[in-house]
């Protein structure tokens, strides 16, 4: 899967490292940083989780 | 009116009034007229106090795509915005703005809330709760569980945060109740907001003076940098002050009482030491609970088609997130208390570019609380039958004023 993140939408909810610390983490201001825009298909469904409560829907996924 | 086309209702001269009221002897669940508008369609029109007639959002897939449209505006000064009240006592802050202005002051403030952060603040949280309940314990064996624990506990967090000081708690806590009452004068509410306007104001002078390590000393650095006037900060300061206490404070008084009224998920909570479970829970709990259940209020800036309807340039907009996390399609048998469902989706911190920004510590202080209490204090039960509980009906945040317990 690919993972892609809009930073200039970010609002800093960090929602998305609470369901996958591995893929999102924040920088200092709390805007969303992509650490893996290629995870592991056994991540698929945090990764899924994260694009879905990201409130400003800043997260993109292909297969 | 007739029953056979579901759109005629939605633009019936008798639309329903809202906020509508909670069934008697069901404090946990959304209003049923709520439910019964849900159940007609997604796009309803209701009546406000002002007589005027903006569109509900019922549906919680719709309530998602309004609240992250761009073509909606968060602004209280657009005619019809739909105001919960006559004139507005509330702070004009960044939450009642729309981007780019929104946006630029909102990340002002983001730094504090980071997962980061946040978890960092876990041990100190954890040293503020069992001080609480150290105390408690150590008077006789009833109280009331708002004043002893459920206030105290995020008033000492966000004035840490802050850096307010904490001895003045009696003030803002008087003020604040005020400002959020839907039946104070809008002369009261106007009082009590400036009133806390200048508290901070004057805080922000010292804070500009001699900074320390807190977010009104960072807001002060930016007034100092000609980003953000003084009053804009001291808005700011209101606002996050409100914020931090309320919505927190309810969730732990509401959340504990309905735990009570379900003993097999308090169990469940009591059972578990997996940090997982207990943030699962908590997210049921937000859930369920929906303290801010006046809805988000909104106006469309442009036409918008949804739900089978047109929103129209100018028409006020009103998502009741209570219902939204109520929905059937989204929520297998939404009504029930299920700590062990997974709830993150809910939208009790509403959606799009306004959700709320305490959302982490939020989270972080409620699995403190309820990890913590019922562990500590495995005899408490309430003090009151559920009917004497005084419920706040009439406020921007729903929970209670006393909640009697004993133990
Ligand atoms: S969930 Fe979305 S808004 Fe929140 S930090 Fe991640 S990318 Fe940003």
């Keep these: 899967m690919k993972v892609t993140l809009d930073q200039d939408k970010c609002v800093a909810s960090g929602q998305c490292v609470v369901a996958a610390d591995d893929v999102f983490d924040q920088d200092d201001d709390g805007i969303a940083v992509l650490l893996d825009p290629a995870p592991p298909s056994a991540r698929a469904d945090d990764v899924q989780q994260a694009a879905a409560v990201c409130p400003a829907l800043a997260i993109r996924i292909q297969d | 009116m007739t029953s056979t086309v579901s759109t005629e209702g939605a633009h019936a001269p008798s639309a329903p009034e809202f906020p509508m009221p909670r069934a008697a002897g069901c404090p946990f669940d959304p209003p049923p007229a709520l439910k019964s508008e849900q159940e007609l369609g997604s796009l309803r029109k209701v009546r406000l106090w002002d007589g ?6 019922t549906r919680y897939a719709d309530q998602r795509a309004l609240l992250a449209d761009p073509r909606i505006s968060a602004d209280v000064t657009r005619p019809g915005y739909p105001s919960p009240t006559p004139l507005r006592g509330a702070s004009f802050s960044f939450i009642l703005m729309d981007d780019p202005e929104h946006a630029r002051q909102r990340r002002m403030v983001t730094a504090p809330f980071t997962i980061k952060r946040v978890e960092a603040m876990r041990p100190a949280v954890q040293k503020i709760v069992d001080g609480l309940i150290d105390d408690m314990l150590a008077g006789p064996p009833r109280a009331d569980l708002v004043q002893a624990f459920a206030l105290p506990v995020p008033s000492l967090v966000i004035c840490e945060l802050l850096g307010v000081p904490y001895t003045d708690h009696d003030f803002f806590q008087e003020n604040s109740k005020t400002l959020i009452s839907r039946s104070a004068a809008p002369e009261q509410r106007g009082a009590a907001h400036a009133n806390l306007t200048g508290y901070l104001d004057e805080l922000m002078g010292h804070k500009i003076a001699r900074p320390a390590d807190d977010l009104l000393s960072g807001l002060g650095t930016r007034v100092e940098a000609g980003e953000l006037s003084r009053r804009e900060a001291a808005e700011m300061g209101v606002l996050l002050l409100l914020a931090g206490h309320e919505t927190t404070a309810n969730m732990i008084a509401l959340g504990t009482l309905a735990l009570l009224e379900h003993p097999d998920q308090l169990a469940l909570l009591r059972g578990t030491e997996d940090p997982r479970a207990v943030a699962g829970a908590v997210e ?3 859930r369920y609970l929906n303290i801010t259940h006046g809805g988000r209020r909104r106006v469309a800036l442009e036409d918008i088609e949804i739900g089978g309807e047109v929103i129209r340039a100018g ?3 009103i998502v009741p997130n209570d219902i939204g996390n109520r929905d059937p399609e989204v929520f297998t048998d939404p009504d029930r ?5 997974d709830a993150r989706r809910h939208v009790a911190f509403g959606f799009g570019v306004h959700q709320c920004l305490g959302q982490p510590l939020a989270r972080m202080e409620l ?10 204090v495995p005899t408490l039960r309430l003090d009151a039958r559920l009917e004497e509980v005084p419920f706040k009906h009439d406020g921007s945040v729903y929970g209670v004023y006393e909640l009697p317990v004993a133990w």
């Design chain 2, 315 to 317: 028409e006020g907009v």
């Design chain 2, 337 to 341: 208390l299920d700590l062990g469902r």
């Design chain 2, 367 to 376: 699995q403190v609380v309820y990890s913590t209490l019922y562990r500590r």
């Design chain 2, 52 to 57: 005027t007639t903006p569109w509900l959002v």
């Design chain 2, 284 to 286: 049921e709990l937000l």
